[in-house]
């Protein structure tokens, strides 16, 4: 029996290809894996009005942790249109398969990695010195999903029985008015700020950032500060400090190497994510793990793109990297450091690479190219 089960995700459009990539590399380093593979994205969807059948996930509580691909979406109308006729009338809705797992699982921490690879062209500003690690807390925050519109005159009134400011909106009509929480539980700030902590601790990092606006979301935001001021206390080895969200945009362009390890709720987390991903390749590098207590999930941080589908022109490093950290995850850290290697190696040579890189390969010769790397 293998050591380890792996849900394989690989999903729809490029997301196949990518993962048929990562496989190349993990079957190289011979990892001592089964994997079993799961449906979903777009195509089940169509076919059974579920992109996420419960076969899945039935089978992914059987596994230590899952790789996955990438997924189409599409607005609900389309959604609709694309039933097979005979779901059409059924009054089924999309959601985000990806959302769903988060919750099915409580994947509360979701981190993205964001190493520069000495060489590649495509590192901001030609800096190589960034190693910044985002923690985003994946499950409540800005996209907790409560959210009212139209305003009914009850919850109108209820509001401004606590909270002084809305008298300001009192005489907005409820249909013109619109209103989304940002809420924060005692709770999710604090596991998702030690987990910042811990992995600065494990991996031997000396600085962690909170990034919030608490002069402005004095209640939200001061509740993040006050939790992650009581939790640096216990890591008196790290700098802590925070930042506000407009400004460590400013700071993460003009000096990156400045910060280690980040820490935000979902939203801020989300924007300050993707600003970190473009400092050091974009969306060929950017991957991702969604972490929870008992399992995890992990994903490059692009879609299917469609543009490209059947081609095997997309870069495979983004899932490659997502399968370093599967790696990590699973403690089998020399093979995490072979592909991180592996990767480094063939972007400093630039001699199989794919278009984003200036170069023509095809996906599965940059995964050989890679494993041999890894295996040298
Ligand atoms: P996308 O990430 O699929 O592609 C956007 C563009 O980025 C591509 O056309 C390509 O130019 C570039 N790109 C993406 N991955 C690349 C790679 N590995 N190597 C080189 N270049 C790469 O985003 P788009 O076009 O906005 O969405 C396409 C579909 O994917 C939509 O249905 C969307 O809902 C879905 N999506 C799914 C995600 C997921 O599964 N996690 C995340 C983002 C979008
Ligand atoms: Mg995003």
């Known amino acids: 029996m293998a050591k380890y089960r792996i849900a394989w995700l690989p999903g729809d459009g490029v997301g196949k290809e990518v993962m048929e990539a990562a496989k190349i590399v993990f079957d190289g ?42 997924i189409t979406s599409k607005p609900q109308k389309e959604a609709k249109n694309e039933l097979v006729p005979e779901l059409r009338d059924k009054g089924l809705t999309y959601f985000s398969p990806i959302v769903r797992l988060r919750q099915e699982f409580d994947l509360y921490c979701n981190e993205r990695p964001n190493i520069a690879i000495p060489g590649n062209p495509l590192n901001l500003n030609g800096k190589e010195d960034i190693n910044i690690t985002v923690f985003r807390e994946n499950t409540e925050g800005s996209y907790a999903g409560v959210e009212y519109g139209p305003v009914s005159d009850e919850l109108k009134a209820a509001l401004a029985k606590d909270s002084p400011k809305m008298k300001f909106f009192m005489d907005t009509p409820g249909e013109d008015l619109a209103i989304s929480t940002r809420i924060i ?24 950032t909170l990034v919030e606006k608490p002069n402005v979301l004095r209640k939200t935001g001061g509740l993040m500060v006050e939790v992650f001021e009581k939790i640096a206390a216990e890591y008196p080895e790290i700098t802590a400090w925070f930042d506000n969200v407009d ?27 993707d600003l970190c991903s473009q400092l050091v390749g ?5 991957h991702s793990g969604n972490i929870g207590s008992n399992y995890a999930v992990f994903e ?58 200036g170069g023509t390969a095809k996906t599965l010769e940059v995964a050989e190219e890679i494993l041999k790397n890894a295996l040298k």
């Open 29 to 70: 380093l011979k990892l001592d894996a089964e994997y079993i593979h799961g449906d979903i994205g777009w195509e089940f969807w169509c076919k059974e009005g579920d992109p996420l059948p419960k076969r899945t996930t039935d089978m992914m509580k059987t596994t230590d942790a899952a790789l996955f691909g990438a």
């Open 185 to 208: 539980t005692r709770k999710g700030a604090e596991r998702i700020i030690r987990a910042a902590f811990e992995h600065a601790r494990k991996f031997g990092k000396k600085k962690v």
């Open 247 to 273: 400004a460590i945009g400013m700071w993460l362009v003009k000096c990156p190497e400045k910060y280690e390890v980040l820490v935000a709720e979902n939203l801020f987390g989300d924007i300050i994510s």
């Open 282 to 286: 974009g969306l060929g590098f950017a």
């Open 300 to 357: 490059p941080v692009h879609g299917s793109a469609p543009k490209y589908t059947g081609m095997y022109k997309v870069n495979p490093m983004a899932t490659i990297l997502a399968g370093k950290m599967l790696c990590t995850y699973l403690g089998e850290h020399e093979m995490a450091a072979r592909i991180q290697k592996g990767v480094e190696l063939t972007v400093k040579e630039r001699k199989v690479v794919t278009y984003d890189l």
